[in-house]
Structure formats: structure tokens, C-alpha cells
């Protein structure tokens, strides 16, 4: 009889297996962490378990090492109250200095310069000696001027002695031909007598007439020597040429030795009155009817100098649309010279009542 340990393991035999896995559950249980690590090589299996550490690394010093983001201080607004009052409107303009007399002193005879008496830059008084050419030839001439002169008043002389004595002789064949002709008509002289008379008085007045041709002549050529004693006086005080205006004499042309002609077209110098000055500009043709004479006109950068609009051209430049206006400079104008640029501002209009802002704003 067997025992219950017997009966247990026959029992136990007697219970049908499991079927073997099929190929394809085997795969799906292999594809796991566990079947991937056992692909890789074992030399490698440590390195790709420490890949995730390295990597963590990696970020945390990336994210320690990148620069904060840097913040700007808040901008610093400043206020101000707005105010009511007057302000002016200016026009910005350049401005031309000009000479309000520029003049080229030129000769008036022809000669050789013997002599200077200026500095280039310097100023000069109206009447100054500024150069001299040769005298010589114009005094010569001035000295035969004055010759004929003596000699056309020596012949006036002559002729007016002549006729006071052809009137003296007219006035005696006169009466005499009055007196015989009354005896003629009383019959106590002959009628050949009285032509005779007549005829005497009429040769008189005929060499009356005669005389004061003569004299009329002599007076015309004393006055023709007189006229060409003048005319050389004035060229030999031409010759030493003088400055016709007070002001700064710029840089000399021509020097001693030189030939120069009358009135040629190179000046000796050129001289420019530098008080005062003037200023010449430009305005739009828009502005026109705002300016007006007598309107102020500031220099910028020169405290103390202004100007004064004197004139206004009557025509309007095509090309820029602009009319010429000039103003004299009233201040102190030391360092200033003709043809320099200097920027002014010119007033056009005053507002008042006006909302006032800071310029900054």
C-alpha cells in the first residue's frame, strides 16, 4: 500500500506542463533595460551608466557659469513747471562784413614812383602822403603854363592901351565931324569938307572896332593860359598822391622804380574804412514784410556788437529767393575785416503771452 507521499508526487506528475514561450514573446520580454544593457559591450556597460551624471554636470555649470542679466538704473526724469511770457523769434543769419567805403587809390599822371610813405596795415588819416612820382616833367611844364600866361596878359595890356586910344580918336573925329557939319549947313565950309570929316570919324570907329577884337582875343588866350596853368599846377600836385579817405591801407601793388600810367586799371593800393562796418545778408522773400529799417540785428558771440538794417535792395535774387539787406555794426568792431562771415540772428517777431518751456525739454 503505497504512502500519501507517493500519492502526492504522482499526483503532482500526473499535471501537464506549460507550453514553451513562442519566439516571439521571448523578444518582447527580451526588448528591456535588462536585454538592451546586455547588447552593449561590458568595456562600455560603466561609461553609459555614468552618461546621465556627466550630463547633469554639464547643465548645472553651464547654468552657475552664464552672466546675469544686468539690469538698468531707472532714468532720472526731471520736471519743470510751464511758464507764461514773452519770447522772441529770431531768424539765424551769416552775415558778410563790408567796408562802408573801400577805395583803390590809382594815379592820376604817369611818372616813375621815387618814394612810399605808408606801411601796409596801417591806418591812415584822409589827406596822408601816400606815394610820390617824379615831379620833374610837370614841373616843367607848370613853369611854361606860367609863361604864357605873363605873355597872354603882356598882349591883353597891349590891346587894351591900343583901344583906349582908338576910343580917345573916335571921340575926337566925332565932335569934329559934328562941328563941321553944322558950319557945312550954315554954308561957311565946302560939302568935300564935311565927307572929309565923316569919313574920319567912321576909320576911327572902324579901328575901334578893330582894337577891342584884339582885346577880346588877348583875354580869350590869357584865359585858354590860365586855364593850361592850372591844369599843370594840378598835375604836379598829383604827383605826390594822397590817401581820399581815413581808414586801414591794405597791401601795396606797386613799389618804388615802377612806371605807372594814369588811371590803369591795377591800383596802387586799396584802402577800406573800418568804422564803422557794415553787414551784409540775405532774407527769404517770405520774411520781407516783416523786416523793416531801422530793425536790430545781433552778432553771436561778440557781447556788445549789433547791428542796425540801414537799407534793403529792391530786387529779389531769382536763384535763392532772398533779398540783400545791410546793417551797420554799432559796437566795438576790433577784429573784425572786410569780407569775413559772422553768424547774427535778426529779431522777426516778439510773442507774448506765450507758454514757456525749458530749451532741454
Keep these: ?26 523578444d518582447s520580454r527580451g526588448a528591456g533595460p535588462r536585454a538592451l544593457l546586455s547588447a552593449i559591450p561590458a568595456p562600455w556597460r560603466p561609461l553609459l551608466l555614468l552618461a546621465p551624471i556627466a550630463a547633469a554636470l554639464v547643465v548645472r555649470g553651464l547654468q552657475n557659469s552664464a552672466p546675469a542679466p544686468s539690469r538698468r538704473p531707472p532714468p532720472l526724469v526731471q520736471t519743470a513747471p510751464v511758464q507764461r511770457g514773452s519770447m522772441e523769434e529770431r531768424y539765424p543769419v551769416s552775415a558778410e562784413v563790408k567796408p562802408i567805403v573801400s577805395v583803390e587809390v590809382r594815379p592820376e599822371v604817369s611818372g616813375t614812383i621815387q618814394r612810399l610813405y605808408f606801411q601796409e596795415g596801417t591806418e591812415v588819416r584822409r ?70 570929316y565923316r569919313t574920319q570919324e567912321l576909320v576911327a570907329r572902324a579901328n575901334l572896332a578893330a582894337l577891342e577884337g584884339s582885346a577880346a582875343s588877348a583875354e580869350a588866350e590869357l584865359a585858354a593860359a590860365q586855364a593850361a596853368e592850372a591844369a599843370a599846377r594840378l598835375n604836379l600836385e598829383h604827383t605826390l598822391l594822397r590817401s581820399p579817405i581815413s581808414g586801414r591801407i591794405g597791401q601795396q601793388r606797386i613799389g618804388p622804380g615802377n612806371l605807372v600810367r594814369e588811371q590803369e586799371d591795377k591800383p596802387l593800393v586799396v584802402i577800406n574804412q573800418t568804422s564803422p562796418l557794415d553787414a551784409v545778408f540775405g532774407i527769404p522773400q517770405r520774411w520781407e514784410e516783416r523786416i523793416a529799417v531801422g530793425q536790430r540785428l545781433r552778432i553771436e558771440g561778440r557781447p556788445g556788437l549789433e547791428g542796425r538794417i540801414v537799407s534793403l535792395d529792391n530786387t529779389t535774387n531769382a536763384s535763392t529767393g532772398t533779398v540783400l539787406a545791410k546793417a551797420r555794426l554799432e559796437g566795438d568792431t576790433t577784429g573784425l ?6 553768424n547774427a540772428s535778426l529779431l522777426v517777431r516778439r510773442l507774448d503771452d506765450a507758454l514757456l518751456l525749458p530749451s532741454v525739454a
Design 1 to 26: 500500500m503505497a504512502s500519501e507521499p507517493d500519492r502526492a508526487d504522482r499526483n503532482q506528475d500526473a499535471t501537464p506542463s506549460p507550453p514553451p514561450p513562442s519566439p516571439a514573446a521571448a
Design 127 to 196: 589827406g596822408d602822403p601816400l606815394a610820390l612820382i617824379n615831379p620833374t616833367p610837370y614841373q616843367v611844364a607848370l613853369d611854361q603854363a606860367r609863361a604864357n600866361t605873363s605873355r597872354a596878359r603882356a598882349r591883353i595890356g597891349e590891346a587894351q592901351a591900343q583901344r583906349r586910344l582908338a576910343e580917345a580918336q573916335l571921340r575926337l573925329a566925332s565932335d569934329r565931324a559934328r562941328r563941321y557939319v553944322g558950319l557945312s549947313r550954315q554954308g561957311a565950309l565946302s560939302r568935300d569938307d564935311e565927307e572929309n
Design 337 to 342: 575785416t572786410p569780407g569775413e562771415t559772422v
